[in-house]
DNA sequence: TCTCAAATGAGAGTAACTATCAAAAGATGG
DNA sequence: CCATCTTTTGATAGTTACTCTCATTTGAGA
């Protein structure tokens, strides 16, 4: 007896994708097969939500478009929501920004890794896609909910990164601030970026804001 | 048709409390027996969270023991997650900062009121009341969602506040940036506090927690 | 007291989930 | 190639949050 709305363990899938390739390990078929499973689940969601909307499609049309069972979608998705929420990108960003000195101050090292991520990262294709998650995300408040809950998104994995270069064990409330800051102003941007139809670069726009996030004490 | 997650227009009720006696108005009977319903279905509410836990308490049941029809609880509650989501303080942080001196920067201002509200603000009731809501929202992943979804909530007033204050019609990517990092630095203390049982003074965790909002490029 | 608007309740329906269990399909060792 | 073992899948039945609609009640105002 639990609520639509409510906790649930995730999967904890290395969440691949278009990257497939990262971690050079040969994939089974069985591998081979879930990630397409994923695949053409998310693209199919994706394709059905740009044409009906959110609301109007249901998971079972998504489980059908894709060809598996509702049961099935819901062991890779098990909220409607993950769909357009599951990043890629985390594990290079956390790579990268480890490779930095390690007296940098931290947020001086995210900006650096972060922009210079976007900026060379996007294929079209990629930048359409991640376009029209935020444009969802920005559009229905359910996802943007889910998005802003952080736990599993940048947040954390900020989180750790800072936990890990500070030496300690356990966060203190300094390094949750500074990874809650972070990740809002990298939500609030990529919303931003949405709300203006994406006609803006990306790349640059982050840059301001975690520039704008360094001098906050004079504004 | 549409989905329990999805977006859904809030009554737009002006969340009455515990502080009713805010403006003057004298209520009619109908007002005064509105809230009365209001409040016995949150107290009830959050008494069956703490006997029951959150999942274990359905809909039905706080209706029930609030006596009206399931029915009636949607009317005041559209989703299950705003029993805990009201905030009366919102309008009393608007008009505290904007009273401050325009030039000074804003963090500024929030910090000096923030803290100043929450060391004074919470009788012994209060305070145990915040803190169980906190506490439900750090245990219940769909509240703490809810709770970081931010247009109603503080963020949404800040950013008011900071448009206004920059003499502008629409917010920039900069003043977003600013609201989302304050708000965040907000809603992670609090969950820092119901982490840690609510032992720490919530004021001097609010102050800390500003401060190293202030110094984020040193760190 | 009569009238009108607002609030309530009842009932039926939808869709996102959960739990369980049997069948199918990949991995593995001989 | 076969036999076993494990993982993944599908089918089925159920729960619960929520929506819609409409008839009934109840407070407001003349």
């Known amino acids: 007896m639990t609520t639509p709305r409510s906790a649930r363990p995730r999967p904890s899938d290395p969440s691949p994708g278009s990257l497939e390739e990262l971690a050079g390990a040969p994939l089974s078929l069985r591998e081979r097969k879930k990630l397409r499973t994923r695949q053409t689940l998310r693209r199919e969601a994706v394709r059905l939500f740009a044409e009906q909307g959110w609301e109007a499609t249901t998971v079972d049309q998504i489980a059908a478009a894709a060809e598996v069972s509702p049961s099935t979608f819901f062991r890779y998705f098990p909220v409607k ?34 922009v210079g991520l976007v900026r060379r990262m996007l294929s079209e294709q ?18 943007r909910a889910r998005m802003m809950e952080g736990a599993g998104q940048p947040r954390g994995m900020l989180l750790d990164l800072l936990t890990e270069r500070a030496g300690l064990d356990a966060p203190t409330l300094e390094l949750r601030i500074t990874a809650a800051a972070i ?37």
Chains 1, 2 share one sequence.
């Open 81 to 114: 929501e993950d769909l357009l929420l599951t990043d890629e990108y985390d594990p290079l960003m956390a790579e990268a920004i480890r490779a930095r000195p390690a007296g940098e101050p931290f947020l001086t090292s995210a900006r650096a890794v972060l």
């Open 126 to 143: 990629e930048r359409a896609e991640l376009y029209e998650r935020m444009r969802l995300a920005a559009s229905v408040p359910s996802v």
């Open 183 to 219: 990740s809002a102003a990298l939500t609030e941007t990529s919303l931003y970026w949405a709300d203006r139809g994406g006609r803006d670069d990306l790349a640059d726009l982050l840059d301001l804001a975690l520039e704008h996030l360094q001098g906050l004490a004079a504004h």
